[in-house]
């Protein structure tokens, strides 16, 4: 338990030290943006700078990558532990209140799309049904949104109908998630966190506010 309190409390510190690098760079980003536009700089340093900045970007991608493998991860530990929890009386089964946050689990439908070369004629029976012009599709001016297809069938099964044409039933699958409600806000908890002794710091991460 105490371990799991001390991961809870550097992730909150990790988010409110990541939020600080962000703000106290982004005066940098403006000041060299200004630069910039006023041509202060010579082709070197604008080859300096765009390969500074490329190499930064490709830090915060793979962190960010690195974040939402972990909470897909962590979602789907969740739905899979509240469905357990809740199998015998999924009638009686609430959101999960936490000290943090509150979570609502949701599951939705995931579907294999046809593809235009191996499967064309249900990519075409796809594409007529969404009133797409083929055309559009053929010159990749328009390209298929696949969480937007994934809610559309989610949507439909839910009202009973039959998936869109194309779509086979047994290429789908069951994907989870989690929607979430503050109950805290970070950046306040980051800075009580840092004023309160260890016990009260315990409590705070792990008894719900009253007033949430």
Known sequence: MKKNIAQ?????????????????????????????????????????IIYIFREISRIADDMRKECDGLGHLLENLCCATYVLKNENSPESSEPIR????????????????????????NFKKLIDYLDI???????????????????????LAEQGKP???????????PTYGVNIMS????????????????????KLLTERPKTR
Do not use: F, H, M
Request: negative net charge; contains cysteine; glycine residues 4%.
């Open 8 to 48: 809870l409390k550097a992730a909150v510190e990790s988010y409110a030290e990541l939020k600080k690098l962000y703000l106290s760079k982004y005066a940098l980003l403006s000041d060299i943006r200004d630069s910039a536009k006023s041509n202060a700089y010579s082709l070197e340093d604008l080859v300096n």
């Open 98 to 121: 936490a000290s943090l946050a509150t979570g609502t689990p949701k599951l939705t439908l995931g579907v294999k799309l046809p593809r235009p070369n191996s499967d064309p004629e």
């Open 133 to 155: 012009n083929y055309k559009a599709i053929e010159t990749k001016a328009v390209k298929l949104y696949w969480p937007g297809l994934c809610k559309l069938a989610s949507e």
């Open 163 to 173: 998936l869109p044409p194309g779509i086979n039933p047994d290429d789908t699958y």
């Open 183 to 202: 109950r805290q806000d970070l950046d306040e908890l980051a800075r009580e966190l840092k004023e309160r002794s260890a016990e009260e710091c315990d």
